[in-house]
């Protein structure tokens, strides 16, 4: 995202967008690649939600929360793109209002990796997990990726 000073969070993270909503998929690609037609948006609210129950010390994945998703709601799979960048708008949201802070750092990307568009990028995120007594390991030559060590072991189950 761009500009995020300039955008309310907390309001985008209210907007239903017409959502939650189901959606058959028709692309032979798409359906191969999520193992099946049926596939489930859900609204930013939801994300936010399912990010507040994340306890100290323990973590989540996106692809785990878009799984709850789809199982919750007898769908195939849950809409990549918008997981994404509803979780990110959770993140911006918590971090904007100051109070009822949704800990959004223990939202993990795939693999256990940090997800730089947090507010205050990859070292914010990094501090917040290690002040929770995660360890944090960067992998890669030149482009550094961050991720909690062993993250599997600290994995809450929804």
Known sequence: MANEEQKDFNAMLHEDKGMPKMQIVTD???IQRYGGEKMYFAPPLAYDAVMKKIP???VI????IRDFFAKENAADF???ITAGIFISIAAWASFQRGNDPTPYWRTLKAKGELNP???GGIMAQKEKLEAEGHTIVCRGRKNFRYYVANYQDFLYEL
């Open 28 to 30: 032979k690609k798409t």
């Open 56 to 58: 100290y010390g323990k």
């Open 61 to 64: 994945t996106v692809g785990t």
């Open 78 to 80: 849950t809409e990549p």
């Open 117 to 119: 568009k947090y507010p």
